[in-house]
T-cell receptor, first 112, second 113 residues
């Protein structure tokens, strides 16, 4: 079992729709969860951090965390073509340097 | 981009040659990381550093070594490059508390022929 799993996609949604991206993790004591966006040929860019159960909203983005189910998701409302990218889920790993473990990413395409 | 500079941005080298990639930060952060990114594998940790001269291995460290003689610089060395090390390499830094996110440099695209 991978430590962090994401649906590889690709996921296509029409412009203006809600895009839903999902991530599960295996280490039950993970504490910090992050979503990164990566455009083709670019570096990952942090878009959301979440540390507590529940929802966290930032503009059109909402991160949802359920530690009991070991599940974290990202919702993108009013999707725009500029949201087309690969979205990476990352979970902190226990250890002295708290390095992050990444999922393989979900490729999202927003169709005009 | 969070004060992180990677060099070179692109490099082509031959199998068996040594290669050093450099990561330079201006944030004075304690933690620095080297990841590689390959299709189908996502980002995988090679080595990381938690202070000057303090480094440790990640999940894919074979064939790689690192050094950190100054807070601002973290070097990744491929002692004898192989074609399997063709990849995009990202440096990342982390500051603040133990739960802070990573911030990435622009990456180095390495091709080993």
């Amino acid at each position: 079992q991978k430590e962090v799993e994401q649906n590889s996609g690709p996921l296509s949604v029409p412009e203006g729709a809600i895009a839903s991206l999902n991530c599960t993790y295996s280490d039950r004591v993970s504490q910090s969860f992050f979503w990164y966006r990566q455009y083709s040929g670019k570096s990952p860019e942090l878009i959301m951090s979440i540390y507590s159960n529940g929802d966290k909203e930032d503009g059109r983005f909402t991160a949802q965390l359920n530690k009991a189910s070991q599940y974290v998701s990202l919702l993108i409302r009013d999707s725009q073509p500029s949201d087309s990218a690969t979205y990476l889920c990352a979970v902190n790993k226990r250890g002295s340097a708290r390095q992050l473990t990444f999922g393989s990413g979900t490729q999202l395409t927003v169709l005009p | 981009d969070a004060g992180i500079t990677q060099s070179p941005r692109h490099k082509v080298t031959e199998t068996g040659t040594p290669v050093t990639l450099r990561c330079h930060q201006t944030e004075n952060h304690r933690y620095m990381y080297w990841y590689r990114q390959d299709p189908g594998h996502g980002l995988r940790l090679i080595h990381y550093s938690y202070g000057v001269k303090d480094t440790d291995k990640g999940e894919v460290s074979d064939g790689y070594s690192v050094s950190r003689s100054k807070t601002e610089d973290f070097l990744l060395t491929l002692e004898s490059a192989t074609s399997s090390q063709t990849s995009v390499y990202f440096c990342a830094i982390r500051g603040g508390t133990g739960d802070s996110p990573l911030h990435f440099g622009n990456g180095t695209r390495l091709t080993v022929t």
